[in-house]
């Protein structure tokens, strides 16, 4: 039996079957790891953007209570708005605080698709609308008597950036 020896300079080395199967197994592994977390981290994303819109949704519903003036009744409220090109559901539910003679308004929102499932919550008080008969700066008075800005009102003849 003849043994064939290697000539000097054609030293090749090279990876072997096993070995290049091995490094593609571990590369695998740390890949699916890397788009584990990737996924994971974008459907957090995705909720969290989610669960913003319906808080500001459920903020501005108090919000146009506010400064409409309405003074609700107690009961509750469905309606559904867009947002964001999306379709949302939002309640309110309204509660009289009899003690105190306010509302107190809990706005839930969700998804118009998924109801139940709850994003947000927001609580809000409003009171009574108040009624004014005047707005400060323009009650009527002569301005020479009243200590108020009346309508009759100017303001001082001096000039306080002139210096003498």
Request: hydrophobic share 40%; aromatic share 6%.
């Amino acid at each position: 039996m003849a043994i064939k020896q290697r000539q000097p300079g054609t030293d090749c080395r090279a990876f072997t079957l096993i070995e290049v199967l091995v490094a593609m197994a571990i590369l695998s592994l740390a890949m699916i790891s890397v788009f584990s977390g990737m996924s994971q981290s974008l459907s957090v994303t995705t909720r969290l953007r989610d669960k913003t819109l319906a808080s500001w949704i459920a903020t501005d519903q108090i919000t146009k209570l506010q400064i409409t003036g309405e003074y609700p009744d107690a009961g509750n409220r469905r309606d559904q708005v867009e947002m964001a090109h999306m379709d949302w559901v939002y309640e309110l539910k309204i509660a009289k605080i009899p003690q105190l003679d306010m509302r107190r308004i809990d706005v839930t929102v969700s998804f118009a698709d998924s109801p139940d499932d709850i994003l947000a919550t927001v609580i809000g008080f409003i009171g009574p609308p108040q009624t004014t008969t005047a707005i400060p700066g323009t009650q009527p008075g002569t301005g020479e008597t009243d200590s108020g800005f009346g309508a009759g009102w100017e303001p001082p003849q001096e000039d306080f950036g002139a210096s003498e």
